[in-house]
C-alpha cells in the first residue's frame, strides 16, 4: 500500500550507515511518498544514495552542536514545510528497516485512537547472536506491550501532538524520546506500546567500551531528565537516578567505610551477587530463558557505573554551564 502526502510521511536521521541506511530508505520508499533524510555530516555518500531513490535530502550544519533531537527536528520543519497537510511522521533511525506491516498497523490505531499522541512496536536487532551486547540490545528493545509513558527514536506520532509540543528539545544529547513524551502526556496525550513487528535495527557493538559508553549515555540522560522534570507530580526519572547513585556510589562507599573497621564487611560487596539473582530470576519468569535473564541482570547491575559517570558528567557541565558533549558508541 502507498500513503499519500494527505496522510503520513517520514523522517530519517543519519549518519556514515552505508547499507544499513540503503535498507532503511527501500523499506519507506515503496509505502511513504515524502520522505525526509537528515545527514549529520557523512562521508560514505549517504546523501548521493539518498537522493538516487528521491528522498529528500537536510544536510545539518556540523558547526552547531550535533543532536538526534536537533536533526528531527529539522527533518520534521523541512517536512512539514512543503506537505502542511500531513497528519502522521513515521522517525526511524538511520540503522532501521521498517517492517512490511508496520504502518498498516501503526495507522490504523492512531486512525481509531484519537487521544493517542504516538505508537511504537516492537524494534529487533538484526544480529542479536553476533556479540553479547547486541543481545544486550535486543532484549531491551522489548519492552512490555500496552500504555507506556515513552517510544524509542522509531514511532509513528501524531503531527498535531508534536506541534503542541514544539518536537523535541534540541539541547538534548540522549534521552529525547521520553522527555518529548512526558510533555506530551503533560497534555493529556498517551503512548501506545503494540505488540508488533516495527523494525530492524543494527547495533553493531562489538567491545566492551561501546557497551560502557552507552550505558553512560543512558545516565546522562536520566540525569537531564530528573533536572528538567524531576520536580512534577510523576517526579520524572528520579528512581531511576536514585537506583544508580545507590548501587554505584552509596553502597559501595558505606561498604569501604565498614572494611576500615574490620575487613570482615568485605563480604557485603556479595549484595551485587545476589542482586544478580534476583534480577535472573524476575528475568527469567518473563523470558523463561535463564542464559539471557543471567545477561541482562549482570548487564543492569554492572551498568550503574558507566551510569554514575554519565550523571556525574551532566551535573559538571551544568554547574559549570558547559553544554554537554555528545556520547557516542559507535
Known amino acids: 500500500m502507498v500513503y499519500s502526502g494527505e496522510l503520513v510521511g517520514a523522517v530519517v536521521i543519519g549518519r556514515n550507515e552505508g547499507d544499513r541506511l540503503k535498507q532503511c530508505l527501500a523499506s519507506l520508499c515503496n509505502s511513504v511518498e515524502h520522505i525526509v533524510y537528515v545527514d549529520s555530516g557523512s562521508t560514505d555518500g549517504s546523501v548521493d544514495l539518498a537522493l538516487k531513490l528521491n528522498v529528500r535530502v537536510v544536510e545539518l550544519d556540523m558547526s552547531k552542536p550535533f543532536t538526534a533531537a536537533r536533526a528531527r527536528n529539522e527533518g520534521l520543519s523541512v517536512l512539514l514545510e512543503s506537505n502542511q497537510q500531513l497528519d502522521y511522521v513515521q522517525f526511524v533511525d538511520g540503522d532501521c528497516e521498517v517492517q512490511n506491516s508496520w504502518l498498516d498497523i501503526a495507522l490504523d490505531f492512531l486512525k481509531v485512537n484519537q487521544d493517542f499522541a504516538a505508537v511504537c512496536g516492537r524494534r529487533r536487532e538484526r544480529y542479536p547472536t553476533a556479540t553479547i551486547y547486541n543481545q544486550l540490545c535486543d532484549i531491551e528493545w522489548d519492552t512490555a506491550t500496552g500504555e507506556t509513558n515513552a517510544c524509542g527514536g522509531d514511532a509513528l506520532f501524531r503531527v498535531s501532538a508534536l506541534t503542541a509540543v514544539d518536537g523535541y528539545r534540541d539541547s538534548l544529547i540522549a534521552g529525547e524520546e521520553p522527555e518529548m513524551c512526558f510533555r506530551m502526556r503533560q497534555l493529556g496525550w498517551k503512548i501506545m506500546r503494540l505488540d508488533a513487528e516495527m523494525t530492524l535495527h543494527d547495533a553493531a557493538m562489538t567491545r566492551f567500551s561501546q557497551w560502557w559508553k552507552r550505558n553512560q549515555r543512558a545516565g546522562h540522560a536520566y ?65 523463561g530463558n535463564v542464559n539471557l535473564a543471567f545477561i541482562y541482570a549482570v548487564s543492569n547491575v554492572v551498568g550503574k557505573w558507566p551510569q554514575l559517570f554519565g550523571m556525574m558528567a551532566f551535573f559538571k557541565n551544568k554547574k559549570l554551564g558547559h553544554n554537554s558533549q555528545l556520547i557516542e558508541y559507535k
Do not use: D
Open 223 to 287: 540525569a537531564e531528565g530528573y533536572a528538567l522534570h524531576g520536580n512534577s507530580s510523576e517526579k520524572f526519572k528520579r528512581s531511576e537516578c536514585r537506583s544508580i547513585l545507590f548501587w554505584s556510589g552509596v553502597l559501595p562507599i558505606v561498604i569501604i567505610l565498614l572494611t576500615m573497621i574490620t575487613p570482615l564487611f568485605l563480604v557485603l560487596f556479595l549484595i551485587y551477587s545476589l542482586q544478580i539473582i534476583r534480577l535472573t530470576l524476575r528475568y527469567h519468569g518473563r523470558w
